[in-house]
Each structure stands twice: as structure tokens, then as C-alpha cells.
């Protein structure tokens, strides 16, 4: 690590450092995307107190993240945030993950938080990635239902709420289920050498579900294309299905060895086309 790397631009604050354990690696051989969550919302807690608030009166509502460049079993890395917009009640905190041995950002997340009441003259310039329109997907048939689970003592944040990473894993949980109805199994996984790897989140929770809720996530293809493919999930209270949290989410069809996309075979992709729902 170099100096340079230790260094914090004005205005943000160190929020997390730590590095990448073999336990939160996924099935792609790189971090998994909850475990960045996890971090992410540590994060925003430490901002949160570092502007003199308090993370137990304020909950998020929206985030945006952009993958950009992977890490791997072992990796070192520590994250900075501040805050980017503020307007009443509301402030959205810009963090930025980076590779503490290259200096490289490999993530960024704009996390949305209601409770917070901070200065306007705390904000600084975001020059992450914009966040781009999706288009938005109508219910009905196309939907496959991906999880049924209950909330667990283990998913509840600090305030007794299902904490956002907990949805995360769920909605991970609920690619492969997804994946696999178009022909994209862990044997062919396994055996090709391919994997879903994702370059973009964008997530809004409507109502944290509590301890003992049932939840179901329901799952659908948005987008198909020559290497890339969106989902879009739906965590759902399966009484009266209402919608607790959505995740749009991009990633590409990653050949394992090289790292770098690769093409959707075409019985695969016309077998997902054909499940596009919008």
C-alpha cells in the first residue's frame, strides 16, 4: 500500500477498512455482492456518526451501486463516503470502494437515507457513474417465483428490521433459480467455466419486513443481449403481495478464465428471451 492510498479527499471520511475472506467469495470467484452491502451499509453508519447523527434513527431507502472492477480471495480494500446530496430529512452518502493495494475505485454506491439532518455545506461533488433510467417492469405472467424463506434473527439489522444485505442475499439466492430456468445450471456453470457476474444495482426498499415474516422473492429476465442480461427481483409479503423491495439488476455472462465477458450461447438466449417480461 502507498501513501497515496491512505490519503482521504476533502471532504469524506474513512469508513471501513478490512479485506476479502474466502467465505465471502462467490460462485464467480470474486466478492459476493451482499458482503459489499454489508460493507456499504457499515459505511453509511460511520458517515452517519461522523456528521453527528444517529444510524438508529435513520434507515435507507434507495441505493445505486456500480461494479467496476473486480475483487478477488484476499484482496485489501477500504471505502470513503460523504455526502452528496442533502434535502430535508434526507441525505444520500456517495462511497466509494477502493483496492487499498492499487488505489483502483472498484465500486461506488449512492446510498439514500431518511432520518438525517445534516449541513448543506457538507456536500461535495459525486463524480461517480450516473445512474441511468430503467425501464419499469409491469406485473404478471413471465414472473418466476425464486425464494421462499422467513425473516431470521441473523438477517435483522441494528433497529430489528431485515437489514439490507439480507435482502441482498436473498435476491442472490434468487439469480441461480432464475438463471437456471433458462438452461443456465450449476452444471453448466460448473462444467463451462461461466458465471453471471453483475456491473449494476439499483434498489429501493419500500417497507422492512421483521423478525418471522414470511418473504418471497419473485424474479424476472428484463433484457437480453448478446453477453449481457437484466433481472429485475421482487421481495414480496406473500399474504397480500405487496411489494416490500425491488432490485434491477445488469451483469454479463463471464467466462471464469479469461475474466472477461462472453457471448450467450443462443439456445440459452432465445430460451431467456423468450422469458423477457416488458
Not at 48 to 74: F, I, S
Not at 102 to 130: F, K, M, R, S, Y
Not at 142 to 149: E, I, N, P, Q
Not at 206 to 231: K, N, T
Request: aromatic share 8%; with cysteine; glycine share 8%.
Amino acid at each position: 500500500m502507498t501513501d497515496a492510498n491512505d490519503a482521504v479527499p476533502e471532504g469524506y471520511t474513512e469508513t471501513f477498512r478490512s479485506d476479502v475472506p474466502p467465505w465471502e467469495v462467490d460462485i464467480v470467484e470474486h466478492f459476493t455482492v451482499a458482503y459489499y452491502y454489508e460493507k456499504f451499509m457499515t459505511a453509511g453508519d460511520r458517515a452517519l456518526m461522523a456528521h453527528g447523527q444517529d444510524p438508529n434513527a435513520c434507515h435507507t431507502v434507495d441505493c445505486h451501486t456500480r461494479y467496476l472492477a473486480e475483487l478477488r480471495k484476499g484482496d485489501q480494500y477500504h471505502i470513503h463516503s460523504a455526502p452528496i446530496s442533502i434535502a430535508e430529512g434526507t441525505v444520500v452518502f456517495g462511497h466509494k470502494l477502493i483496492n487499498s493495494a492499487t488505489g483502483e475505485t472498484c465500486a461506488t454506491n449512492e446510498q439514500t437515507i431518511v432520518g438525517a439532518d445534516l449541513a448543506e455545506n457538507t456536500v461535495v461533488l459525486w463524480d461517480g457513474p450516473a445512474r441511468e433510467a430503467r425501464a419499469e417492469i409491469p406485473a404478471g405472467p413471465g414472473w418466476t417465483r425464486a425464494v421462499v424463506d422467513i425473516v431470521a434473527p441473523k438477517d435483522l439489522d441494528r433497529a430489528g428490521h431485515m437489514s439490507v444485505s439480507a435482502m441482498i442475499h436473498r435476491f442472490s439466492s434468487a439469480i441461480g433459480q432464475l438463471l437456471t430456468r433458462a438452461g443456465m445450471d450449476p452444471a453448466y456453470h460448473r462444467d463451462q467455466r461461466i458465471g453471471y457476474s453483475t456491473f449494476e444495482f439499483q434498489l429501493q426498499i419500500l417497507e422492512r419486513p421483521e423478525i418471522g415474516q414470511p418473504i418471497d422473492v419473485v424474479s424476472c429476465f428484463a433484457h437480453v443481449g448478446g453477453s449481457s442480461m437484466r433481472l429485475v427481483h421482487r421481495l414480496q409479503r406473500p399474504s397480500d403481495g405487496a411489494l416490500l423491495a425491488e432490485l434491477s439488476q445488469f451483469g454479463v455472462h463471464l467466462d471464469l478464465d479469461a475474466r472477461r465477458p462472453s457471448r450467450i450461447p443462443e439456445p440459452m438466449a432465445s430460451r431467456a428471451k423468450a422469458m423477457v417480461v416488458g
